[in-house]
């Protein structure tokens, strides 16, 4: 500019000025909100002649890369920073372009549209049409959701959604997150499936075949099913199933049966089809045949049918069938014996029915058979040998004859053959054991010992005992065995049943053999000793589960002296069973306590709950209660039986400095319950505070304390996935925290009563001195969420000015950072700081979010603050702006001009604007009038009044120079291209000359 004012103070002027050429007549684009798009154009002219200039922006979010320019062909870059503008917004503004080949403005208009994903359906930017893509291409949905900008995008404002959609996130299982999330925001509904058949049931051969169920989900959405099994023969082509898998909304989930892995007859399994949210349970049975008939070896028949013998003579021995029942069902079984088998079998038997039912001729002739090969039978084998002199002596009845035979068979018993049937030949004929039972038990027992585990045994030894009782002296593994088939055969008499129980109660450590044998005789014979045992043995193996409390119950009402029975009573007791404590209980724990606490709190609860039934035990306990509550509550213990004595205690309003101060810790605590076995867990967000809370269920429970209205609770599965409104569990209050707050909050600043009663406060507006000293007391929580910090600052600001209260409330003011509070609040906080003056405060908010939604008036104050706070004399380019935004919009005093005349620089015509308004304040304009006047000969336009400015610059010229050149040029314009000029610049001119003589001289 320096350069072309000399030279037109020398009279070099361009006959002809080029003319600017533009790129773009004018720039209209359309930026996504909250990004910044970036752009160009090219500013030549029509000689293509080197040129210079600047360029500037009238809206301060168009900014220029370079404001200055130098060449015949020049591209601006420009940036336009939606950062802070909201959908639907338009802003309007001009480039301003200043040169050597004349003046030009170039308008913009930018929209601002919402932040959307370009996708495969296009251009998308809403949760509804995300859904839609999500319904269309899952993959794809998947990758947005994961992205940086999908809370930018989708969720913008809705804080809600965003706590939802970042708790997600944490999910191991992006796929199970979004799906999760749109139920969560309604956009779909947890999905379900159904099977085609209820039950499957097969007739197979040999081969393996095929079958399918068919899956159908009632909607679309991702979901994983696992496909299990608890049969050997099911074989699965996919144990895991995808939402994707389906084709439209059915799957084909095809198994393989295989008949090798079943046995003949019927094979029974499950089929499992299992969501997070359902399980589906399909019974399957098999019937396996053979395509021929099964043969089954003789040898393995007649085993079979030695067995049923055997069966059939002990059923007959413990009286269960009649002795013609009993002949019956042994000659059907002895037709049932191949003819491959070992034909003496069958002789035996048929003596053995001879003699037992007095036939004696048909005895004497089959024994007579036996007799004449009795010493083959004895070389082949010992035991048919043994057997057939037990028969026989059976048969004679004679003493001698009964001597020998015993005699000979425990030689052989003694002396390598001992087998248990030996054993039993000789029960019977040997005439040492008739005197003598405990050798018989002796001898039987040693069977035992060697692995001989016959019930045929087990009946002649429980005989014994029943017959001698005394003879039970010791419970070893034997006895144990030999009366638990006694007691299962209810072969047991009392006295037995009573030795039995005592021996019983001489054991160190629970038997769960004994311990059923005892309860068996307890049906039988239900006496004091055998319910004694019971209870005992139950204490001693710490059995405390809720299925023996029937024992403990009937030996509190038996009243038996145990130790402990009353403790053992009260731990086996369900707590939520409908059951009355009896009064010994009661009278019990007046004077014994050595119940552990959550049993304790459990009988104080009842005894509080039904004090209308007995007021006498209640007031017995009161002192006990209230000094075991006290410790409690200073542990923060909780649970529905301290609940109780909480409220018993602290309910009424007389609560100690102590208590009160310790009551916040259980106030809110709520039992969580969940019956989902894949739930192992829940978190636990409240919007006030950053943290979350991970909490272990323990059998499908857990404690969780809820204090605010924003609290949300995701359970969380075995993987680490989370879930929200899909999962269905109930959340139960222990108490109600209102009937407690009013005390505590004189004594506590608990954060969670604080939260509780800020939350409470600005739901309802509440505006008064105690909630204005809450929400200090709220300020100071650790680990508050900012943007209820900055709820907490604004509600106070509020106050305060309201109550006229200056000091504090520029104290408050001075905390907020205007970035971090709530958009919808922030033009009122900037309004309170420019009535108190924290300009620089507004300034750096206006810088980052603008100006345009606040008053002019407003505006108007905030700029005469600043420049006055100032002093107006260091340039801010923001300042400039605003200065400039109110004056365009006819609102300014002398300060704002003082600062738009000394700074601003723009257009030719508004800067005239603003010296003619500087002259109604009489204003100094010296130094704008001297701008303008470089301006407009640098940009060589013709300006109406520009003689105006010069005359003003004329009174008192600084730019000698400046002067020659606007008059030298005006004199050519008029001279050479008819340019009206006013009449007052040739007495002007010939001054000037005059001068420039005079100096020359």
């Known amino acids: ?367 007579g058979r036996l007799a004449a090969g009795a010493s083959e039978l004895k070389e082949q084998s010992v035991i048919w040998y043994c057997a057939y002199l037990y028969l026989k002596a059976l048969h004679e009845r004679e003493e001698e004859s009964t001597r020998k035979a015993a005699d000979s068979i425990r030689e052989f018993y003694e002396h390598g053959y001992y087998h248990w049937q030996m054993l039993w030949f000789l029960l019977y004929i040997d005439r040492r054991y008739e005197d003598n039972r405990g050798l018989k038990l002796m001898d039987m027992k040693e069977q035992f010992t060697a692995g001989n585990r016959s019930p045929v045994l087990y009946y002649e030894a429980a005989c014994i005992y029943n017959a001698e009782p005394y003879l039970l002296r010791e419970l070893t593994a034997y006895e144990i065995q030999v009366l638990n088939f006694s007691i299962k055969n209810k072969l047991v008499t009392k006295e037995v049943a009573q030795q039995y129980a005592y021996l019983a109660n001489r054991k160190k450590h629970f038997h769960p053999i004994i311990f059923r044998g005892l309860v068996l005789l307890y049906e039988v014979f239900p006496i004091t000793e055998i319910l004694t045992v019971i209870c005992c043995m139950l204490i001693k193996g710490i059995k405390k589960a809720g299925k023996y409390h029937k024992w403990f119950r009937l030996g509190v009402e038996a009243q038996l002296p145990i130790t402990e029975l009353y403790e053992y009573f009260m731990y086996s007791h369900e707590e939520n069973a409908e059951e009355q404590l009896p009064q010994s209980v009661l009278l019990y724990f007046i004077y014994n306590s050595s119940l552990s606490d959550n049993k304790r709190a459990y009988l104080y609860a009842y005894v509080i709950k039904n004090r209308h039934k007995n007021e006498s035990i209640f007031r017995t306990y009161y002192k006990k209660m209230e000094l075991f509550t006290a410790k409690q509550l200073e542990a923060h213990n909780i649970n529905r039986s301290l609940a109780v004595l909480y409220r018993e205690f602290y309910g009424n309003g007389a609560v100690s400095a102590e208590a009160a101060a310790h009551l916040p810790y259980v106030i809110y605590r709520q039992e969580f319950i969940c019956n989902n076995p894949s739930i192992v867990g829940i978190v636990v967000t409240h919007e006030e505070l ?29 993987f680490g996935n989370r879930y929200t409104v899909s999962m269905d569990y109930t959340i139960q209050p222990l108490m109600k925290p209102e009937d407690y707050e009013e005390i505590c909050i004189n004594y506590s600043n608990h954060p969670k009563l604080l939260i509780h009663l800020f939350d409470r406060c600005q739901r309802d507006h509440i505006f008064n001195e105690r909630a204005t000293a809450l929400r200090k007391k709220v300020l100071s929580i650790d680990g508050i969420n900012r943007l209820y910090y900055y709820d907490c600052l604004e509600a106070l600001v509020d106050y305060y000015y309201e109550y006229y209260n200056d000091e504090l409330l520029e104290y408050y003011l001075s905390l907020i950072a205007i970035n971090e509070v709530r958009p919808e609040k922030r033009l009122k906080l900037l309004e309170y ?169």
Not at 904 to 922: D, H, L, Q, S, Y
């Open 690 to 718: 950053e943290l979350e809370e991970n909490i272990p269920l323990t059998d499908g429970r857990a404690w969780v304390d809820i204090f605010s209205k924003t609290a949300r609770i995701f359970p969380v599965d075995t």
């Open 1 to 367: 500019m320096k350069e072309k004012m000399e030279r037109f103070s020398k009279g070099d002027f361009d006959y002809e000025l080029p003319f600017l050429y533009l790129s773009e007549e004018s720039i209209e684009i359309t930026v996504e909100s909250g990004k910044i798009h970036e752009g160009s154009f090219i500013i030549s002219n029509s000689t293509q002649k080197p040129m210079k200039g600047i360029v500037s922006s009238s809206h301060r979010l168009l900014t220029l890369k370079e404001t200055a320019f130098f060449g015949a062909e020049n591209k601006i870059f420009y940036q336009f920073n939606a950062g802070c503008l909201k959908n639907g917004d338009t802003v309007q503004g001009e480039i301003n372009i200043i040169s050597d080949c004349g003046e030009q403005r170039m308008s913009f208009v930018v929209h601002v549209e919402a932040p959307y994903y370009m996708t495969s359906l296009g251009k998308i930017k809403d949760l509804f049409q995300f859904t839609n893509l999500a319904r269309m291409d899952w993959s794809e949905a998947k990758k947005i959701f994961r992205s940086e900008g999908f809370e930018r995008t989708f969720l913008q404002s809705d804080e809600n959604y965003k706590r939802i959609y970042r708790s997600l996130l944490k999910s191991i299982s992006t796929s199970q997150a979004l799906e999760e999330f749109l139920i969560a925001i309604h956009k779909k509904t947890r999905i379900r499936l159904h099977v085609d058949k209820e039950r499957l049931e097969y007739l197979v051969t040999e081969d393996s075949f095929m079958d399918k169920l068919t899956l159908t989900k009632d909607q679309w959405g991702y979901v994983e099913i696992k496909v299990s099994t608890d049969a050997d023969f099911i074989q699965f082509e996919q144990k895991y199933i995808w939402g994707d898998f389906f084709l439209g909304n059915t799957y084909p989930i095809s198994f393989l049966l295989d008949p090798k892995k079943m046995r003949y007859g019927n094979n029974y399994g499950h089929i499992w089809i299992k969501t997070v949210h359902q399980i589906i349970e399909i019974p399957v049975t098999c019937r396996r045949h053979r395509e021929t008939e099964r043969q089954i070896s003789p040898e393995k028949r007649s085993l079979q049918v030695q067995s049923a013998l055997q069966r059939n003579y002990l059923k007959f021995r413990l009286n269960q069938i009649d002795l013609a029942k009993y002949l019956e069902e042994s000659h059907r079984l002895l037709q049932q014996l191949p003819e491959t088998a070992d034909s003496r079998i069958k002789e035996f038997l048929q003596i053995h029915l001879a003699i037992i039912t007095d036939r004696n001729s048909e005895a004497e002739q089959l024994l």
């Open 833 to 1001: 700081m420019v009535k108190r003056c924290f300009y620089e405060k507004v300034l750096d908010a206006l810088e980052i979010f603008g100006y345009e939604e606040l008053s002019v008036n407003l505006l108007v104050k905030f700029c005469s603050g600043w420049l006055s706070a100032s002093g107006g004399e260091r340039k801010q380019e923001l300042m400039v702006h605003l200065c400039y935004y109110v004056f365009n919009r006819n609102k300014y005093d002398e300060a704002i001009l003082k600062y738009l005349v000394r700074y601003f620089f723009g257009p030719t015509k508004e800067m005239f604007r603003i010296w003619k308004a500087a002259k109604g304040f009489e204003v100094d304009t010296h130094m704008l009038e001297e701008r303008l006047l470089v301006q407009m000969l640098y940009t060589e336009g013709y300006v109406q009044d520009s003689f105006l400015i010069f005359k003003e610059y004329y009174k008192n010229v600084t730019n000698r120079t400046l002067v020659r050149a606007f008059l030298s040029f005006y004199a050519y314009k008029y001279l050479i291209h008819d340019w009206v000029i006013n009449t007052e610049l040739f007495p002007i001119m010939r001054r000037e000359i005059n001068y420039e003589e005079n100096d020359l001289c």
